[in-house]
């Protein structure tokens, strides 16, 4: 009897909880949907594989970042250096390469090892005395960049050798007649990177770890979980991230350069919060961000392709975040019921 | 003489509780009154009815014998009723005089706020307990007495004629006690009335002019200070309606494994010399009262927290740095008091909380693989009986006695060999709790070391074969379950005589 009063209410909330889940995870898939339609209708030039694929390059730097910021945010922090650790990591890569003489080979090498050992330092940092993630990477987005124009006298330096050029700015599938010139090769490396943290969160023990530690750092270490090693692993994967995207930048412009990716932190941090990540940690997934990343992607193509002036085109942008958190909390508050 | 406070035929319901039963109660001016009762008896409802947090559902409160509504907080104060908390409410970055002058700063001219005044305020607040601290320092270089006498001064400013303390010295040692005890003496001299909530017996006649007894919602007497023995206290807190469940209490073989020991185990300020044996199949219950060291100690265990000397041994072996994730490796499991606070990611769903500390099981080569994980939960979600639509539902739309059921399934899904369990029945419902325990019992009949704490006394008599008394941050007392009564376990819990081996 029990048994049969209880299951209608049992029921309905299942129910319930079944829609919120399909709006809460499909909302942004539908907004890119509607945005990418239309585009397709009313942008000129959109709808052609060049312009697509352009999209796609120049999401592809920030999105290769945002895998390891989505890893950093589901744990409850924040980290506002990446962009500096590019422009140092493009500036070492430089130095090394070109000033140093070092095979290019071993520089790569060298400078992707160093991205992950300076943010392992800051997560060591930031567990081991408990200083806020924002505080010592705030640090280390002025330092990080004072130090690349240190190295580099804040000239860009130059030159490769041209077959380095291929990483950054070349194209793979050449030849197949949709595609054009082909796919992008950042293009391709950034999906490969989303594939590979969207398993590394779904079914891995690091991945859970991730979230667990987001979502009550007290529970996971009383469950067992090193709350140092996660984290170390989390800023460590995150500094090698924004390293390779470093590099590949270098690659795209030809040079080791202070100069770049002035702001990328921010746009990283934009997409993974679009993405629906909770900066209060423990919720948050990779399949989110890449849509938030897309989303980016088509917006200011989209306002470039309409005429949109560029300062128009930042509040918009500005926006656009609070409107996503703004609905992410919303929905969280028609859960709560 | 008329009395400060009447209460006259009080109720109060919550869904499925009386907590006030026709409760009629009544405290003149000078007058210490000592409220004593088990945990739900109804002190904290009645508590939070004299200071406006609740209304009483029936009945009426009278004041100088008019009767009165404590609709808010300001009402009570109004009326002159004021009540220190256990847990402080002090801002530990402000200054003593801020603090006790908290959200009543007097103001200049200017509106800036004029510290002279300020300061004249605190000190004659302190002055009014024979006092002197500097008051322009801040709270949080204080001693926890000192903070305490703080919330003391911060009440005396709203010039209360009633002064309600809950469990005032539970987080105080011994010397600092005295102190209080002496204040609070003072302060009825000058003829405030006082109700005083204590679990720690031996403070009682030292303080107390009257002590009354709840149980169950219901006022069971009033007696006065000189009737109050130990013995007649606890009778009247139990009742007479309890009866053991019926389970053997198994006597430990003497050839039995030692699965724990811990030798001379101590922690500054929070317990001391700590030393016992948990064998295989046993299942020990450590009765002590809030601040007794009882939480610190498992925390202590279970490597979250250092100690100062000793060591723990399990299966023989010295474990030489203990972390909660070497515990876990070898077979230690802990459930923690505070379940929304400790133990539950409580926006995941109910299988990421069922499968938390098994993953490092649940994988091969960090990797884990989907089925095994939902087929673990599965099987915690039969063992502990939880009641849930779905493993993928989030776990805070679950009723506490099934968070609580999913907190234990996540460690018992590593198969421990030892599990520490802190309060596993605080805030969950009869069924549930009697459910854990059972599956506790028959797991221990398999051979798991259960070592749990609880501050209900008939459940440590019910669920343990040994009984360890703390006290203060000792263990006072280690005794086989079937050698000893409620009323006795209960006297020495609260620090009480019994058999004379141990006082205050």
Same mark, same amino acid.
């Given at each position: ?337 | ?102 959200? $009543? ?5 200017? #509106? =800036?706020? &004029?510290? @002279?005044?300020? /300061? ?6 302190? *002055? ?115 009866? $053991? ?5 198994? #006597? =430990?073989? &003497?050839? @039995?494994?030692? /699965? ?6 101590? *922690? ?237």
């Amino acid at each position: 009897m029990n048994n049969s009063l209880s299951s209608p209410p049992q029921e309905n909330n299942l129910n319930r909880e079944r829609v919120m889940r399909f709006v809460s995870s499909s909302g942004l898939l539908i907004a890119v949907i509607l945005l990418f339609t239309y585009l397709s209708v009313d942008a000129p030039n959109f709808l052609s594989s060049r312009n697509l694929l352009n999209i796609m390059r120049a999401v592809s730097f920030s999105g290769i970042i945002a895998c390891g910021m989505t890893l950093i945010i589901i744990s409850a922090d924040i980290d506002v250096s990446v962009g500096s650790a590019a422009a140092w990591s493009s500036s070492l890569l430089g130095v090394l390469a070109i000033d140093l003489e070092f095979p290019l080979i071993v520089a790569v090498i060298v400078v992707l090892l160093q991205g992950a050992l300076i943010h392992g330092i800051a997560g060591y940092i930031r567990t081991r005395w408990e200083i806020p993630a924002f505080v010592v990477t705030l640090a280390m987005f002025i330092s990080l960049r004072g130090a690349a124009r240190l190295i580099t006298n804040a000239y860009p330096i130059t030159p490769f050798p041209d077959s380095f050029n291929f990483w950054g700015g070349g194209y793979v599938l050449e030849g197949i007649p949709f595609l054009e010139r082909g796919i992008p090769v950042p293009v391709v490396f950034m999906l490969v990177t989303f594939v590979i943290f969207y398993f590394v969160t779904q079914r891995t023990v690091f991945g859970r770890a991730v979230y667990a530690v987001g979502g009550n750092e007290e529970a996971a270490r009383l469950s067992g979980i090193s709350i140092m090693r996660t984290r170390l692993i989390i800023f460590g994967i995150t500094g090698f991230l924004a390293a390779f995207a470093g590099v590949l930048i270098s690659s795209r412009v030809m040079s080791g350069s202070s100069n770049i990716a002035e702001g990328l932190e921010f746009e990283v941090i934009a997409a993974v919060i679009i993405g629906g990540t909770s900066l209060a940690g423990g919720k948050g997934s990779i399949w989110g961000t890449f849509l938030g990343v897309i989303f980016i992607g088509l917006l200011s193509n989209g306002m470039v392709l309409k005429g949109i002036s560029p300062f128009v085109q930042e509040v918009v942008r500005g926006l656009i975040i609070l409107l996503a958190v703004f609905i992410s909390t919303w929905q969280r508050s028609l859960q709560k019921g | 003489m008329t009395p400060i406070l009447r209460l006259e035929n009080i109720y109060k319901r919550y869904p499925g509780v009386l907590a006030l039963d026709n409760l009629t109660f009544e405290l003149n001016a000078g007058e210490v009154r000592a409220l004593l009762g088990k945990n739900g008896a109804g002190k904290s409802t009645l508590i939070k009815l004299l200071s406006g947090a609740i209304q009483p559902d029936e009945g009426t409160i009278h004041i100088d014998g008019s009767p009165v509504a404590l609709t808010t907080t300001q009402d009570a104060f109004k009326k002159g009723i004021y009540t220190v908390y256990q847990e402080m409410s002090l801002v530990p970055d402000l200054s003593v005089a801020e603090n006790i002058m908290l959200g $009543r700063w007097p103001l200049t001219r200017w #509106k =800036m706020v &004029d510290y @002279a005044a300020l /300061r004249r305020i605190a000190e004659e607040a302190l *002055q009014q307990l024979n006092i002197t601290l500097d008051v322009k320092m801040p709270v949080s270089r204080l001693d926890v007495a000192q903070q305490q006498i703080v919330e003391i001064a911060k009440a005396l400013s709203f010039n209360p004629r009633l002064l309600i303390l809950d469990e005032p010295t539970s987080a105080l040692a011994a010397s600092e006690v005295d102190l209080l005890l002496q204040i609070v003496r003072d302060l009825a001299k000058s003829g405030r009335a006082i109700i005083y909530v204590s679990h720690r017996l031996a403070e009682i006649p030292r303080i107390a002019d009257t002590v009354t007894i709840l149980r169950d919602g219901q006022l069971v007497d009033t007696i006065t200070i000189a009737e109050a023995t130990p013995q007649r206290i606890t009778d009247m807190m139990i009742g007479h309606e309890w009866t $053991r469940m019926t389970h053997a209490n198994v #006597k =430990m073989q &003497d050839n @039995a494994e030692v /699965r724990l020991r811990v030798s001379n185990l101590s *922690q500054e300020g929070h317990f001391q010399n700590v030393t016992f044996d948990a064998h295989e199949g046993e299942v020990i219950g450590i009765a002590g009262l809030l601040g007794s060291g009882r939480t610190e100690l498992l925390r202590a265990i279970f490597g979250l927290e250092p100690v100062d000397t000793g060591t723990i041994e399990i299966h023989g072996a010295t474990v030489e740095k203990p972390s909660p994730r070497m515990m876990k490796s070898l077979g230690m499991a802990m459930t923690p008091e505070d379940r929304k606070k400790q133990a539950l990611l409580l926006i995941a769903s109910v299988q990421d909380n069922l499968t938390l500390a098994s993953l490092d099981r649940l994988n091969s080569y960090g990797i884990i693989s989907p089925k095994a994980l939902t087929d673990a939960a599965q099987e915690m979600i039969v063992d502990t009986q939880i009641k849930t639509p779905s493993l993928d539902v989030e776990i805070n739309t679950l009723s506490g006695g099934n968070q609580q059921k999913v907190v234990v399934g996540n460690w018992l899904s590593i198969r421990p060999k030892i599990l520490l369990m802190d309060e596993p029945s605080r805030g969950i419902d009869i069924q549930a709790k009697e459910q854990i325990f059972l599956l506790i019992r028959d797991l221990a009949k398999e051979g798991l070391t259960v070592l749990f704490v609880s501050s209900e006394i008939e459940e440590v008599l019910d669920v343990a074969d040994r009984i360890l008394v703390m006290n203060q941050g000792n263990i006072t007392h280690d005794l086989s379950a079937g050698e000893i009564g409620l009323d006795k376990l209960m006297a020495l819990v609260m620090g009480g005589t019994y058999g004379g081996i141990h006082n205050e």
